[in-house]
């Protein structure tokens, strides 16, 4: 009987040793994705997004992707810049480099599109734009364009 309680001793202890081992090297749940209420608008060659309600926004966390009528610009915004390749320099709030670090409830951010991008935003163009953080999505919005 003896030698049987030593080996039933043995594989409790190697099974307690596996779910210990398990149990601390599975990572952490990831970060949830912050809840937002975005709104957009178009003129011109001008994208504005204002930020309406919800969680802030970690702008270095951010990415955007935008397409006109149903395709995707050839050059997409970094986010946060200057000055960027197929983009005007100068965009506000939080696609501007110097903005913060948050993005928060009431605050507006544009850029423009530059001509060099293709394809080129013209009135009546149905925009769209997703916004993902971490490479979550939070927000997909549409508008139409209107004159500037």
Known sequence: ???LAGVLLVAVT???AVGVT???????????????????????DRITLTHDGGDPIDVD???????????????????????AAGFRPG????????????????GSASFRVAGTNDPRIE???RVTLRLSVRDRPVATLEATARPE
């Open 1 to 3: 009987m003896a030698p």
């Open 14 to 16: 190697v099974v307690l």
């Open 22 to 44: 398990a149990a601390t090297s599975l990572d952490p749940p990831p970060e949830p994705s912050p809840t937002a209420m975005l709104s957009m608008e178009v003129e011109g």
């Open 61 to 83: 966390e951010m990415a955007v992707r935008v397409g006109v009528n149903g395709e995707p610009l050839a050059r997409q915004p970094p986010v946060p810049f200057f000055s």
């Open 91 to 106: 965009p506000t709030g939080a696609f501007n480099a110097a903005s913060g670090e948050e993005w928060t409830v009431g």
């Open 123 to 125: 009135p009546g163009d």
